[in-house]
């Protein structure tokens, strides 16, 4: 089998220069391992990509992919941009001292709270999704006596090659505004009406876990549409074309994802082109990469423990961890390769179905996989749980959330410590009421 990490002298998978079982004895599982090293050339095959085709950019990394202070930190290092969704995302953002000016932020309902964070820290740009949000900010801004940046984004209809469940740039979507009803329009007149709001131009993203650019190419044309019709009407020339994100990685075999390189040679390629035959400025290209700069550098290290073989039916493996650490294939029934890390070069001998700890039938990991001999207490390594692993980590079960490390030039850092059972329950309060009578010790 192709692993997309190497093994060493002791047949053990190698994540980063550094054996994974040294990694799970050191820090337990289940426990992501991030190689930094993947997450930097991931960033910079989008960035110097950009560079050489002599455009105005921003790369912006979606951290609703993966979010914490020291990926952060590494996205600043690598000269990106951040995009957030959140207060909890900004706030982390923050905490890792990124560049405020270089914050986009997004969320199809952003509450009054978010609003005056993002202008109270002068965040670099609001993609506005909705009229509502624009009454509001206007309001938020009038009273602090301050103007903001904002991008309308837009649905263009188009429907990427995806999961149903991950379709965002379709007419039918909770996100943005429709082009084709009109909608677009009307918002753009409101926004560009009021002195507090500077409309830089427009935004879409079209799904995820794209593997052609065909779809990216339609929206594009579908954009410049609407906006040779605005700079004809009104005289408005966007200043920047958001193009989002979802560049497809490899989970299994069967994908097959572009190199990162042709995604922006495409979309710079079609701007260019469009914005020349429709005699307007090409405008600064932006994208929001989250699972493609992150998604394939880390593993999920499991320790297997219960083996149930069903003859003639099936064999069950479990392990510790499952659905509150990987979430995916329970919500999108998404598909995984995976290793046993401490016997990568071990001969396949039969084929079994891993299952998560949770009290729950669909916590199914992998459904089928081949293997070696196993035994318990052997680890099993999933790859490409970068993206949407941590970040949609949960309680079930009242699970503690799993380490992370990140591990680079041969050394290892733990980024995100595991969480106690202590933790579990901090925020716990006792009830004051046993039967209509009140505890003596009951909470203030």
């Not at 202008?119 to 903001?148: A, H």
């Not at 097959?256 to 995604?263: A, C, F, H, I, K």
């Not at 294939?329 to 016997?343: E, I, T």
């Not at 001999?373 to 309680?395: E, K, P, Q």
Request: charged share 20%; hydrophobic share 40%.
């Amino acid at each position: 089998m192709d692993y997309p990490f190497p093994t060493n002298q002791h047949g053990h998978l190698e994540i980063g220069g550094i054996d994974a079982v040294d990694l799970a004895q050191k820090y337990g599982t289940p426990l992501f391992v991030y190689d930094v090293s993947i997450i930097r050339k991931n960033a910079r095959a989008f960035v110097e990509t950009f560079r050489s085709l002599g455009v105005k950019y921003q790369v912006a990394y979606a951290s609703k992919a993966f979010s914490s202070v020291a990926m952060l930190q590494v996205a600043n290092q690598e000269g990106l941009s951040l995009d957030v969704v959140s207060q909890g995302e900004l706030y982390t953002a923050i905490q890792a001292d990124f560049p405020v000016e270089k914050i986009h932020m997004h969320g199809n309902n952003k509450s009054r709270e978010e609003l005056e964070m993002a202008v109270q820290y002068g965040i670099g740009c609001i993609v506005v999704d909705n009229f509502y949000e624009i009454e509001l900010l206007k309001e938020i801004l009038q009273e602090t006596n301050r103007s903001m940046e904002i991008l309308l984004r837009v649905t263009p209809g188009i429907e990427a090659h995806t999961h149903d469940y991950i379709l965002t740039g379709n007419e039918d979507s909770k996100f943005g505004f429709d082009l084709s009803n009109g909608q677009a329009e009307q918002a753009f007149l409101l926004a560009n009406a009021s002195p507090l709001l500077h409309v830089k131009g427009l935004h879409c993203h079209i799904g995820s876990q794209i593997f052609e650019t065909d779809g990216f190419i339609m929206a594009v044309r579908r954009l410049f549409e609407s906006l040779h019709q605005w700079n004809q009407v009104y005289d408005y020339t966007p200043e920047v074309l958001n193009l989002g994100g979802g560049f497809g990685i490899r989970y299994t075999a069967e994908d097959e994802p572009l190199p990162l390189v042709d995604y922006v040679e495409a979309l710079v390629s079609e701007v260019k082109q469009q914005a020349e035959s429709l005699r307007l400025p090409v405008p600064e290209i932006w994208i929001e990469p989250g699972r493609s700069i992150v998604g394939n550098a880390c593993v999920t290290i499991y320790t297997l423990g219960s083996i149930k073989n069903i003859p003639g039916i099936r064999k069950y493996v479990s392990v510790d961890g499952g659905m509150t650490d990987n979430l995916r294939p329970a919500l999108y029934q998404a598909k995984y390769q995976a290793v046993v890390a401490n016997k990568a070069n071990h001969d396949l001998k039969e084929q079994v179905s891993v299952a998560g700890k949770c009290c729950e039938s669909g916590d199914m990991l992998i459904w089928d996989i081949d293997v070696p001999d196993i035994n318990h207490g052997d680890l099993l390594a999933v790859f490409s749980t970068g993206a949407y692993g941590y970040s949609m980590s949960n309680h079930y079960n009242r699970f503690p959330k799993a380490a992370v490390v990140f591990v680079e030039d041969g050394r290892d850092q733990l980024v995100i410590k595991r969480e106690s059972y202590k933790d579990l329950t901090r925020n716990d309060l006792q009830y004051a009421y046993n039967g209509g009578v009140l505890n003596e010790a009951s909470n203030n």
